[in-house]
């Protein structure tokens, strides 16, 4: 695979003001104290309340343009990688773009969505098209509000969810820098599809055949045993041929930023690479699992921490529903 | 722009059962025979029924596959590009990749979404893919069903929608051949969202919280003439860019196939561009407007009627909800 000549001008993130902490969900879940946190690993999460994932995704994306240095104006294309759209009809990215005083910009605006890996598939879409020349601007922004669609009397996966968004503006590499998008890779497993759903909300189930006997068609659904079997055998050969398409080895990754869909799919994929603590980007305890904004935050993290530097290689890599496996080996 | 090797390797499409006649829509509506027809130039569309846009995809796709001589294993990427999904999680193309019995393959699976714009939008990205030789053999499917969110109180719009499915499958031009790409241009005006939309159903205004009182909430909403207004304006600057861009003048284009929004949208698209009457692909009289479906059934239904071979250039543009204006000069 060549690669292609992407690099990273700059990431940001916003999270909604309400903290709702492991010992408030205990109390809401009616768990003794210290259920949620070691069922989770997640010891606080936010809650979006009064806003919307384009007012959130604006704000992640004006932090993301300041972190690059760019107007707003510059950009040449605004893709939202979310999971659940704002509302059915037109694409959120629209929606991003008419909060950031855009809307009479003409700047093209489409969704990607692969639930959590949403992130990954539309970085590894457009990838093609800044390398060929078509865009040079172009920003990725992933706000979710999973607080809405959560099963509270589904505990093992409502404690795990948090809201927040965050963007990431990718551009050409400069003639002699070296950051670029070494290789990528989805697999998708339909058989598994049903293992996390929402069901109803879309065409099959639409919302006015709403009603509050089914609620639970409503909201999330995960069998999460189920879902790490199923993960368990397909993850070895999916990174097995990821890295080596890239020609790479875990040695030459500098960090590997996971998707945070749960601690325990998180010590899934430490115990399958062997990766060490220190190359394992972990933001599930102060974020818990932001859906498709979890992966381009933990990218944010790691570069506003420092744990990512430019030219070290890095290793994206989630499970989403779907069933989807991906992974994106990027040298920042 | 440099031409990008991808040539269409077949088409198919399926259509519901029920059919839903002009005539059907007048006595629904309470209006004088003859009233929806003129109104709409729809004389016939066809609904739903107990069946889901999975099950109507994985059948158009089985049509475009055994019309491009493929066997569905060897398919390496599979793209929904509807407007919306069939549940909230997950994406639609994994619903489709199971109904396929692909749900063991791995083959990677996402949707694109542009609402109108959807399949112009997924196939102006992939193509950079397959020209790169990430992917060489794609299916894009369209399916939709309308009739669950037409909101019949407001009849200029619910007079215009039909439902049904189309799929494309996409692959790298062998050498030799000539097809591909020439040029490709979208434009989002975020400052028209609310000109076509559906607000509820999403993050902002979710299923859970419709009630019976709000139900126009949660249909199909459309400012027709606004929309009209404002897309009249954009159109003209829109096209000239698009047919700068390739290089090309109607004179060249064999075919136009616009988005069959409406019979008055296609009127204004006709004047703008001087388009003779056998020139362009009106499919309206005999599916109304079936959303991102409509752009790659009028792509089937003009190779299939021969009313577009191999060589020739054709130009599929469309407006969507967003507000976007897509455009896309193909060499068939």
Redesign the interface.
């Known amino acids: 695979m060549?690669t292609r000549q992407v690099k990273v001008l700059g990431t940001g993130a916003y999270l909604p003001e309400k903290r709702v902490t492991a010992e408030d969900m205990d109390r809401r879940l009616g768990k003794p104290e210290g259920w949620v946190y070691k069922k989770s690993g997640v010891k606080v999460r936010h809650y979006a309340e009064n806003e919307?994932?384009s007012q959130m995704g604006a704000k992640a994306a004006f932090a993301a343009l300041a972190d690059a240095g760019l107007e707003a104006e510059r950009l040449d294309c605004?893709i939202c990688t979310n999971?659940?759209?704002?509302?059915?009809?037109?694409?959120?990215?629209?929606?991003?773009?008419?909060?950031m005083k855009?809307?009479?910009?003409?700047?093209?605006?489409?969704?990607?969505?692969?639930?959590c890996l949403?992130f990954l598939?539309g970085l590894d879409?457009?990838s093609?098209?800044i390398?060929?020349g078509?865009y040079d601007r172009v920003l990725l922004v992933a706000p979710?509000?999973a607080s809405?669609?959560l099963n509270y009397s589904q505990s093992e996966s409502a404690i795990l969810f948090g809201d927040g968004a965050a963007a990431v503006v990718v551009g050409r590499t400069p003639a002699g820098e070296s950051s670029g998008i070494v290789a990528s890779r989805?697999?998708?497993?339909?058989?598994?599809?049903a293992l996390?759903?929402?069901?109803?909300?879309?065409?099959?189930?639409?919302?006015?055949a709403?009603e509050p006997e089914r609620?639970a068609d409503?909201?999330?659904d995960m069998q999460g045993e189920a879902l790490f079997k199923k993960t368990s055998k397909l993850l070895p050969d999916f990174l097995k041929k990821l890295f080596g398409e890239g020609g790479v080895t875990l040695e030459d990754v500098a960090l590997v930023i996971p998707h945070q869909g749960s601690a325990m799919a998180m010590r899934l994929l430490q115990r399958k690479l062997r990766i060490p603590d220190d190359k394992l980007m972990n933001i599930i305890e102060q974020h818990g699992n932001m859906i498709a904004a979890s992966l381009p935050m933990g990218l944010h993290e790691a570069i506003r921490l420092g744990r990512l530097k430019r030219g070290d290689l890095t290793a994206v890599i989630g499970i989403?529903?779907?069933?989807?496996l991906g992974g994106l080996l990027l040298e920042y």
Chains 1, 2 share one sequence.
């Open positions: 060549k919307s994932v605004i999971a659940v759209p704002e509302q059915p009809i037109p694409c959120t990215a629209a929606l991003i773009q008419s909060e855009l809307g009479d910009s003409g700047i093209p605006c489409l969704d990607v969505n692969s639930t949403s598939a879409l457009i093609y098209l390398d060929a078509r979710e509000i809405v669609g989805i697999e998708t497993y339909g058989s598994g599809a996390s759903e929402v069901r109803g909300g879309g065409s099959k189930l639409p919302s006015i709403y609620i409503f909201l999330f989403s529903a779907g069933l989807s």
